[in-house]
T-cell receptor
């Protein structure tokens, strides 16, 4: 069993839709949770970072963490064609170094 | 300022040949990471450097893989006797320090390796 599970999609939505992306994990030691966005043939870029359970909002993006269920989500409101990319969740344990464990990534296409 | 750069951007090699991939981190970033991304999959951690030492090499798939770093600068990932399963995008990332507060890793565009 992988430590982090993420549905690879693809997910296709119309412009303006609300998008929900999710990851589950098995290791309760994970304390830091991140969402990266990766455009085709580019390196990933950090989108959202959360530490504790609950919600964190940044513009059209909301990251949600439920540690009791070992489940994290990223919501995108009013999705735009420019949001079309692969979204990767990543996690790390406290202390030590910043070794990130990534999900497989969900490919999202927002069509006009 | 300049981001993380990697070269070459694409590399096609024959099975059994050695390849060397290069990463130039952001200036001043002491931590450097290598990841591998196979087609349709997430990133797989390979190795990280703090300065020029590599405290964790646990992600290197086999002894055909090695990496080194010059001070807090350039790093090279070498794959000897390449196999077809080595075909992937190899991504390099750097960050300021290894502390938990320096969580953001800045990624380069990757080197797409194809072994024929």
């Amino acid at each position: 069993q992988k430590e982090v599970e993420q549905d690879p999609g693809p997910l296709s939505v119309p412009e303006g839709a609300i998008v929900s992306l999710n990851c589950t994990y098995s290791n309760s030691a994970f304390q830091y949770f991140m969402w990266y966005r990766q455009y085709s043939r580019k390196g990933p870029e950090l989108l959202m970072y959360t530490y504790s359970s609950g919600n964190k909002e940044d513009g059209r993006f909301t990251a949600q963490v439920d540690k009791s269920s070992k489940y994290i989500s990223l919501f995108i409101r009013d999705s735009q064609p420019s949001d079309s990319a692969t979204y990767l969740c990543a996690m790390k344990k406290p202390g030590g170094y910043n070794k990130l464990i990534f999900g497989a990534g969900t490919r999202l296409a927002v069509h006009p | 300022g300049a981001g993380v750069s990697q070269s070459p951007s694409n590399k096609v090699t024959e099975k059994g040949k050695d390849v060397e991939l290069r990463c130039d981190p952001i200036s001043g970033h002491t931590a450097l990471y290598w990841y591998r991304q196979r087609l349709g999959q997430g990133l797989e951690f390979l190795i990280y450097f703090q300065g020029n030492s590599a405290p964790d090499k646990s992600g290197l798939p086999s002894d055909r893989f090695s990496a080194e770093r010059t001070g807090e600068s350039v790093s090279t990932l070498t794959i000897q006797r390449t196999q077809q399963e080595d075909s992937a995008v190899y991504l390099c990332a750097s960050s300021l320090t290894l502390t938990a507060s320096s969580y953001e890793q800045y990624f380069g565009p990757g080197t797409r390796l194809t072994v024929t």
